[in-house]
């Protein structure tokens, strides 16, 4: 192609306008997220350190003035967000000026190792020894595309591409093409430069693909999860009711059962022993022993329907209400039959207290009968 200085300049800076800008949607989304989740901070501390180099190559070359300007840009803002990696990473907990220091001084470092390569490079490029040059080039091109392969990885381990920047992906392949296209242009085709922009392209363009793969599947085994756990779930403080101290200070809830069956957390799901079922007039008072010999207690209405004690460690469902007949009718019987048929399905015998105030039932009911 005919060398062009004007379409050189011309599309060498479009092409910086767009890889300078390329990292603020990226920094933005961050921010505006408050997390990185899925942004591999290897990616931007890699690209942060290839600018360094890069800018020694695209200076020493003599490329276009914008072409000398983008890699201190860019290198800039891969470290901002990568900077941004260390203050969102719940793991890390960086604290604010902690990240701020480590950024800004991680910027000063790079700085200055480019400013120190091209000063010692630069009497040697002029006497015609380019191997440096030549080094620094692909250094540059390897560490780019060698920076996307922890975001591959982050890719593969989460089954869906996350924290990336869709907007960052595509300006980062439009300014990689304008890139190239400005080199085309030049008096001397640089196919070390050319060949940097042209890896970014292919390699931004495989994260897109694989959002396009992926992400749909990843988004379809979610809403088969939450289909499959739609009719199960915890019930929550409000739902569990009130909370009391017992005269022996365990701690005792009631729970009231509305429609569906529903889980009942208990504390202590681990290393259930035993379960003490002790039937009252109005209660079921269950309590569930771990193996600390701690007994968080549990007080179920008797329109809970028990079907097995061992339902209570943590994983016990209340079924349909059951009809609770009043003291004052004479048919409480039908209520003392309920208490005895949830003892006789929780496979817990009543207590003798129990046992003696069922008998002092049944004799009032018999003196009633009498009189009548």
């Not at 940097?196 to 088969?224: E, G, Q, S, W």
């Not at 199960?232 to 009130?242: M, Q, S």
């Not at 569906?260 to 035993?274: M, V």
Request: aromatic share 6%; glycine share 8%; proline share 5%.
């Amino acid at each position: 192609m005919r060398p062009d200085p004007v379409a050189e300049n011309v599309l060498g800076t479009m092409g910086t306008i767009f890889w300078t800008g390329q990292l603020i949607p990226q920094v933005w989304k961050n921010f505006r997220d408050k997390k990185t989740e899925g942004l591999s901070p290897w990616l931007m501390s890699i690209w942060g350190i290839s600018s360094a180099f890069l800018g020694v190559y695209a200076f020493l070359q003599k490329l276009n003035v914008p072409l000398q300007i983008q890699p201190q840009l860019f290198g800039f803002l891969a470290l901002v967000s990568w900077g941004q990696t260390l203050y969102y990473d719940p793991l890390r907990q960086t604290k604010k000026c902690q990240t701020v220091l480590i950024t800004v001084g991680t910027m000063i470092v790079v700085g200055a190792m480019e400013v120190l390569l091209v000063f010692v490079s630069r009497p040697a490029y002029e006497r015609g020894v380019s191997a440096p040059v030549k080094l620094y080039g692909i250094l540059s091109a390897v560490l780019i595309a060698g920076g996307l392969l922890p975001q591959y990885w982050e890719i593969y381990v989460r089954k869906e591409v996350l924290g990336i920047s869709y907007t960052f992906i595509t300006i980062d392949m439009l300014g990689g093409l304008l890139n190239d296209l400005s080199l085309a242009f030049a008096s001397e085709f640089d196919a070390l430069a050319a060949s940097t922009y042209t890896l970014v392209i292919v390699m931004d363009f495989a994260i897109i693909l694989a959002a396009l793969v992926l992400n749909p599947r990843a988004r379809k085994h979610r809403r088969l999860e939450e289909a499959a756990n739609a009719g199960t779930r915890t019930l929550n403080d409000a739902e569990l009711g009130t909370t009391s101290t017992t005269a022996d200070n365990s701690e005792t809830r009631e729970i009231t059962p509305v429609g569906a069956p529903r889980e009942i957390d208990i504390e202590s799901k681990a290393g259930l022993e035993g379960t003490d079922v002790i039937a009252s007039e109005k209660n079921v008072d269950v309590a569930v022993k771990d193996e600390k010999g701690e007994t968080p207690r549990v007080v179920l209405p008797m329109t809970a329907d028990i079907t097995d004690a061992s339902q209570l460690r943590g994983d016990s469902t209340l079924g349909t209400p059951t009809t609770v007949v009043d003291d004052s009718n004479p048919l409480s019987e039908k209520k003392n039959a309920i208490e005895g048929d949830t003892l006789a399905r929780s496979g817990v015998a009543a207590s003798p207290l129990e046992e003696g105030d069922k008998e002092t039932k049944e004799g009032r009911k018999n003196k009633t009968g009498n009189m009548s």
